[in-house]
């Protein structure tokens, strides 16, 4: 089982930056298990469907970046503390959102589908003033 708690979400004007942080625990879950699992940010807006924001396979050398945040955002890994991280720079009204970090059942296994994904945190939310 793994828990995945978000963090560093808040309220910036248009133009800032911001850095989520994502903390994976659990009673079995060590550094080296979370080094075998693929690692995503999510995102759902008021009024719209979750959508997905970034990945990060297990060697942290593949990424896969949304069209919307490409350039802007980048996705990170700490495989000793057992964190993810998405610096979000240059952020726009638009990127309003609780943002949510996840990873599928499945070591080994990359993928930027929602649906594959099986662990959720509980969100942080994510608001751009203009």
């Known amino acids: 089982q793994v828990q995945l708690v978000e963090s560093g979400g808040g309220l910036v004007q248009a133009g800032g930056s911001l850095r989520l942080s994502c903390a994976a625990s659990g009673r079995t879950f060590s550094a080296y298990t979370f080094s075998t699992y693929t690692m995503g940010w999510f995102r759902r807006a008021p009024g719209k469907e979750r959508e997905f924001v970034a990945a990060?396979?297990?060697?942290?050398?593949?990424?896969n970046y949304a069209d919307s945040v490409k350039g802007r955002f980048t996705i990170s890994r700490d495989y000793a503390k057992k964190m993810v991280y998405l610096q979000m720079n240059g952020l726009k009204p638009e990127d309003t959102a609780v943002y949510y970090c996840?990873?599928?059942?499945?070591?080994?296994?990359?993928?930027?589908?929602?649906?594959?994904?099986?662990?959720w945190g509980q969100g942080t939310q994510v608001t751009v003033s203009s």
């Open positions: 996840a990873t599928p059942r499945d070591s080994y296994y990359y993928t930027i589908r929602p649906d594959e994904f099986e662990y």
């Open positions: 990060i396979n297990t060697s942290g050398a593949r990424t």
